[in-house]
């Protein structure tokens, strides 16, 4: 692509988008629009008041009654989540086949939406190999990372999103891992291991996860019981 | 929120409105979509109206929360970015002389086609004429970036209106 300087990309843009400037958009503006605001804001921090205080009666609950279900403390728990979670009632993303593998179960829950993957081919090249995606919400990561958001050298990005390649997995010891911002403050990681696993696969398996409703991927298994975010992921062999 | 800080609150919207919706419509196109996208960010400027009302800027924090709203709700409708594209969606090359009406849908058009954070930039620079800094602060990114954007939207632009083979071709 050529190189143009300042001046001139303002010229260009004054001939592509001259017709533009003083573009008033149809209609006037609705009186009503400050309060439908106002009404939905209201009820918005009233949602996040509400579930604010219900994570902390259910924290403290958990607490009284299921002390031995915590985990460990300084073991890497999963950090105190805002009011954002997935419908555990149906998938939250869709996981195409891509980088050789293809899904072979999805688990639905509120805090993790997790894809077990499988090679496309059991006898191909990826024999011996399997994947893990989890996607999470804002705010919770998984429990290997111990809270702290994933770093590491840059990655491609997945969908115009940052992504970066885990020097330390924390999905699973041993595995070629990545992870990527799918929505601010919200993490998506792809989890592949075995001796067909590398990072050109790994990349190709993120941009086949995409929000469920998107057409041109073909369905994933159907979602099977929730899973817990610190249980260790079984491989779905293959 | 207390009574008078949403009293301010909405006289603030108020007088913001017309200059919301026409950054909401110049970056949608679909004027029902630009309209919930207006309604989305007010909702949210209504949410966080504290640390907005103590932002360096107010107006500029809001058109913040307004362009990120439509690049988050681009992100996560991915099918229709890759849906779109077929022939009949390329506009025509405009014809000289002053806007008119179908110029100006022509260019809207073409728009329309240009990636959602690429649209952004232009939008925010040429038709909102923000400087390349604080275009990037509005979009989160680095001035560096929204150069690189700026080149890149442009160069789709010229070649949904002009045609890869008359570029340069004055208009």
Not at chain 2, 102 to 111: D, F, Q, S
């Amino acid at each position: 692509m050529n190189e143009r300087g300042p001046d001139e990309q303002e010229r260009e843009a004054a001939r592509l988008l001259g017709a533009l400037r003083g573009f008033e958009p149809p209609g006037d503006p609705s009186p009503g629009a400050p309060g439908r605001a106002v009404r939905a804001g209201r009820r918005r921090v009233r949602a996040r008041r509400g579930a604010a205080a219900a994570l902390s009666a259910a924290a403290v609950a958990a607490a009284v009654v299921l002390p031995g279900s915590l985990p460990p403390s300084g073991g890497g728990g999963r950090p105190v989540t805002g009011a954002e979670r997935f419908d555990p009632s149906r998938p939250a993303f869709r996981v195409g086949s891509a980088g050789g593998f293809t899904p072979a179960s999805y688990q639905a829950s509120p805090g993790v939406q997790r894809a077990l993957l499988r090679p496309e081919d059991p006898d191909g090249p990826l024999r011996g190999t399997d994947g893990v995606v989890e996607m999470y919400p804002e705010g919770d990561l998984p429990p290997g990372s111990a809270g702290k958001a994933p770093a590491g050298r840059a990655a491609p990005d997945v969908h115009d999103r940052r992504a970066r390649w885990l020097d330390a997995p924390v999905l699973r010891p041993g595995a070629v891992e990545m992870a990527w911002e799918w929505k601010p403050g919200a993490w998506g990681f792809v989890s592949l291991k075995g001796p067909g696993a590398n990072r050109a696969r790994t990349h190709l398996v993120a941009l086949g996860v995409v929000p469920a409703g998107t057409p041109g991927v073909p369905d994933t298994p159907p979602a099977t019981a929730s899973p817990r975010a610190s249980a260790t992921p079984a491989a779905p062999g293959g | 929120m207390r009574p008078d800080d949403e009293r301010e609150y909405v006289a603030y919207v108020s007088g913001a409105l017309p200059g919301l919706r026409r950054l909401a419509h110049l970056l949608c196109g679909d004027p029902h979509r630009a309209d919930d996208l207006v309604q989305t960010a007010l909702t949210r400027l209504y949410v966080h109206w504290r640390r907005a009302r103590a932002a360096d800027d107010l107006d500029r924090y809001t058109r913040r929360i307004l362009v990120r709203s439509f690049l988050n709700e681009r992100r996560l409708a991915w099918a229709r970015v890759r849906l779109t594209g077929a022939p009949a969606d390329v506009p025509h090359p405009a014809a000289p002389g002053p806007p008119d009406v179908e110029t100006r849908e022509e260019v809207r058009a073409a728009l329309e086609r240009v990636p959602p954070r690429q649209r952004a930039v232009l939008v925010l620079r040429f038709l909102c004429d923000l400087p390349v800094a604080e275009a990037a602060e509005v979009l989160g990114c680095s001035p560096g970036t929204v150069k690189s954007q700026t080149a890149h939207g442009l160069a789709r632009l010229r070649t949904l209106l002009d045609g890869p083979a008359e570029r340069g071709r004055p208009r």
